[in-house]
């Protein structure tokens, strides 16, 4: 079991907690994480682009001069891809881009992004995030107290935390059933609340299953 040291929100020790190695210790294999960052990005795609084939596009089918005598090449209609005005050949569609990616490779990915933040020493694990209010200002100087303007906040449902850090420019905050691997990747800093690193911790070997 690894030993992390909890904080409060002013940035001062208050204790430890123990986490499982497998979840915020585990082995760095950096395939891994490029795979299920790609496999997100393509889920995140549109896929809305949609282009007017040579039977989508408005105009005559009749054939533009004769066949032969004219000089000139032979030609179907004016609606062909080389003509100016005419459809595009394999005129791309709307379509979806994902693709299945077993669950094991989503876990074990999400471990390792963990223990890449954890062994560099940006992560941090807080008691809480209790805010009093629900203004960005109050989230914000909490960052500043760590130093860390980049961040990614993970806790358990945080109404105020939620709509607190809505506005903040280069952190957001994410419940801990959102937890993913390319925001942990995409953020420099990681701030976890104690029962936030729990559930991951349970989601991650199966203990909540």
């Known amino acids: 079991m690894a030993q992390v040291?909890?904080?409060?929100?002013?940035?001062?020790?208050?204790?430890?907690?123990?986490?499982?190695?497998?979840?915020?210790?585990?082995p760095k294999r950096k395939y891994l994480l490029t795979e299920v960052v790609h496999w997100q990005r393509a889920k995140r795609r549109s896929g809305t682009q949609s282009v007017k084939t040579r039977g989508e596009v408005h105009g005559t089918s009749k054939k533009p001069h004769a066949q032969k005598g004219t000089g000139r090449a032979r030609q179907g209609d004016n609606k062909a891809p080389h003509m100016r005005g005419g459809g595009v050949a394999f005129a791309p569609k709307?379509?979806?881009?994902?693709?299945?990616?077993?669950?094991?490779?989503?876990?074990?990915?999400?471990a390792i992004a963990l223990s890449?933040?954890?062994?560099e020493g940006s992560?941090?694990?807080?008691?809480?995030?209790?805010?009093?209010?629900?203004?960005?200002?109050?989230?914000?100087?909490?960052?500043?107290?760590?130093?860390?303007?980049?961040?990614?906040?993970?806790?358990?449902?945080?109404?105020?935390?939620?709509r607190g850090a809505r506005n903040l420019p280069k952190s957001r905050y994410l419940n801990v059933g959102g937890l993913n691997v390319y925001d942990v990747l995409n953020h420099r800093n990681l701030i976890l609340t104690e029962a936030a690193a729990k559930s991951i911790e349970g989601r991650l070997t199966g203990q909540d299953a």
């Open 94 to 110: 709307p379509r979806s881009y994902d693709y299945a990616l077993p669950k094991a490779k989503r876990r074990a990915a999400l």
């Open 123 to 162: 992560m941090k694990i807080v008691k809480d995030f209790n805010l009093g209010t629900h203004k960005t200002s109050g989230v914000a100087e909490i960052l500043n107290n760590f130093s860390t303007p980049n961040t990614l906040i993970v806790d358990v449902e945080n109404q105020n935390l939620q």
């Open 116 to 119: 890449v933040r954890n062994g």
């Open 5 to 26: 040291d909890v904080y409060s929100l002013e940035n001062k020790k208050v204790g430890t907690i123990e986490l499982a190695d497998e979840v915020f210790n585990a």
